[in-house]
Nanobody, 115 residues
């Protein structure tokens, strides 16, 4: 069955960096566009970033553009998100998904940005 497992979250100070990973299985990862989404406490699910199946196209929400970088390794069936210059407003549960609305997303990994 389709499985997405996020990891790499944690507590970081404002201005710090984190790298998230998403291990995918149960589907043809290399043929799938992939997405990162997040949900902050008390708020709805927010699209963060998209990467095309071969990694040649990437898209970002304005709120993270220039600070976050999405990438993938199709040989390892793994999706990544490098997050730099983190802000308190980036605090959220981060999910990877096969659809931009988050359907079928994984369990998520918590990112907390606080001093």
């Amino acid at each position: 069955q389709v499985q997405l497992v996020e990891s790499g979250g944690g507590l970081v100070q404002p201005g710090g960096s984190l790298s998230l990973s998403c291990a995918a299985s149960g589907f043809t990862f290399s043929s799938s566009w992939m997405y990162w989404l997040r949900q902050a406490p008390g708020k709805g699910l927010e699209w963060v970033s998209t990467v095309s199946d071969r990694g040649g196209l990437t898209y970002y929400a304005d709120s993270v553009k220039g600070r976050f970088t999405i990438s993938r390794d199709n040989a390892k069936n793994t999706l990544y998100m490098r997050m730099n210059s983190l802000k308190p407003e980036d605090t959220a549960l981060y999910y990877c998904a096969r659809s931009p609305n988050g359907l079928g997303r994984g369990q998520g990994t918590q990112v907390t940005v606080s001093s």
